[in-house]
């Protein structure tokens, strides 16, 4: 853009003002979008996010919590409270069986689970008498 007088000088000034104004405003975003960002629970949640909206995370955690809960339920079952170092031991070993017993059949488990409560609630639906 040629400038050759004063008034064209003052609409040239004018015009980079405004440009100038805006790009502060943009820029005041743009750090308020990068502050919020680097705060650590916003780290945090967006980290969780990541890993929860994997695939198959979601599934391994199940699996895994299944398993571990089937281990220490077992355990509680048949060992309980225990003082004795050696029915600590086979506690332990017990849970660890389970766990992974639980663990390496995981989809037989699920399945047969969700055909037995299949079965509970469609009898109830069946015959409403029951309840």
């Known amino acids: 853009m040629e400038i050759n007088n004063s008034s064209e000088l ?9 440009q100038k104004s805006i790009q502060k405003e943009r820029l005041t975003e743009q750090f308020h979008i990068a502050y919020e960002s680097l705060k650590p629970i916003n780290i945090l949640k967006n980290s969780l996010n990541k890993v929860v909206n994997s695939p198959g995370v979601s599934d391994n955690i199940i ?7 089937a281990g220490l339920l077992s355990k509680k079952l048949l060992i309980g409270k225990s003082a004795g170092i050696v029915k600590k031991i086979l506690g332990l070993a017990l849970e660890f069986g389970v766990a992974g017993l639980v663990s390496k059949n995981s989809d037989a488990i699920k399945s047969s689970s969700l055909n037995l ?15």
Request: proline fraction near 3%; glycine fraction near 6%; charge should be positive.
């Open 10 to 18: 003052k609409e040239a000034i004018k015009l980079l003002e405004k």
């Open 63 to 69: 699996d895994t919590s299944i398993s571990v809960g």
């Open 117 to 131: 409560l299949g079965k509970i609630f469609k009898s109830k639906k069946s015959n409403p008498s029951i309840q």
